[in-house]
């Protein structure tokens, strides 16, 4: 590459998530201080800290040739980038974020028809707008600079347009959901000129390419163990996995080596099984990486 490539990495909420999903990808990143600029292990990409809010502008300007951003600041900012890639991940799970509508529990607003003439407080204000008036729906809309949740309770807003995962955080504050508008997660994404340089784009789709084999290795676990011949096909029809299992006679031995991979919310209930069924010495053991 004659260039590096630029990349940004979100600062703030998702940082620690999306540093560590590097590491687990091949990149170690270094965070120095307060620098902006973090350090990689990687002689043709330069990273840069950077807001998610802000993220696909800096990406659509060519400021940066490539960044990590909720697919909701897309779309608020209206970017004219190229998605590259949904990684599904946040700071707590591993599942799509949701921009909700919420009320007071106790407010007679059922849908958001009802808000008609009301004020709704947001931090998403660009596109809660667009969505409210592609509705005919006349709604104030009203900038929040945080603690949105407490603005229905203090009675500076009839409503407010929030993000959430589990909810607990909205009906912790007496609100209640009642309306959904759209589902986010995390995206590759991609200015168009670097998109066309065909090194650059290289260099993009290599990084799709580990990051989401690392997302889908997080839900996977390898295991292996030794089973008897007489026994084998019994404990081979009992694993699930991605292709058939891998099996090995073991040398001058009617015992023969499997290996598989399996989902990790089923090794706790498989292997007690695998073990009444004559599996032996079984292993489990994390992956890094499923491609």
């Known amino acids: 590459m004659s260039d590096k490539l630029k990349l940004g990495i979100p600062k703030g909420s998702l940082q620690k998530s999306t540093i560590e999903l590097f590491r687990r990808s091949g990149w170690k990143i270094n965070v120095n201080g307060r620098s902006y600029f973090p350090d990689v292990n990687d002689p043709y990409m330069e990273c840069t800290l950077c807001r998610a809010q802000e993220m696909s502008v800096y990406v659509a300007n060519g400021t940066l040739d490539a960044g990590l ?21 946040s700071k707590v799970s591993a599942r799509p974020a949701r921009w909700v509508v919420a009320v007071a529990s106790d407010s007679e607003v059922k849908s958001i028809e009802d808000l008609s003439g ?89 990084v799709a390419l580990l990051l989401k084999g690392a997302l889908a290795a997080e839900k996977l676990v390898g295991l292996k163990m030794n089973a008897p011949e007489e026994k084998l096909d019994s404990i081979v029809s009992l694993l699930p996995s991605l292709n058939a299992p891998t099996i090995a006679k073991l040398y001058h031995s009617q015992w023969y080596s499997v290996e598989t991979v399996v989902s990790s919310d089923t090794v706790r209930d498989l292997i007690p099984v695998l073990l009444d069924n004559g599996a032996e010495g079984i292993i489990e053991y994390p992956l890094n990486k499923v491609i």
């Not at 660009?126 to 729906?137: C, E, P, Q, S, V």
């Not at 993000?163 to 168009?192: F, P």
């Open 69 to 89: 951003t909720g697919k909701d600041w897309i779309a608020e900012n209206n970017s004219d980038i190229q998605v590259v890639s949904d990684l599904v991940y």
């Open 118 to 206: 009301k004020k709704v407080a947001t931090e998403l204000v660009g596109y809660t707008r667009r969505y409210f008036a592609d509705k005919n729906i006349d709604v104030k809309i009203e900038y929040s600079w945080g603690a949105t949740e407490a603005k229905v309770v203090s009675g500076l807003a009839d409503a407010i347009v929030e993000i959430t995962e589990t909810e607990s955080t909205i009906r912790a504050h007496g609100l209640k959901v009642i309306h959904e508008m759209m589902q986010t997660n995390t995206q590759l994404i991609a200015n168009h000129d670097a998109w066309k340089d065909s090194d650059k784009k290289k260099k993009i789709e290599q």
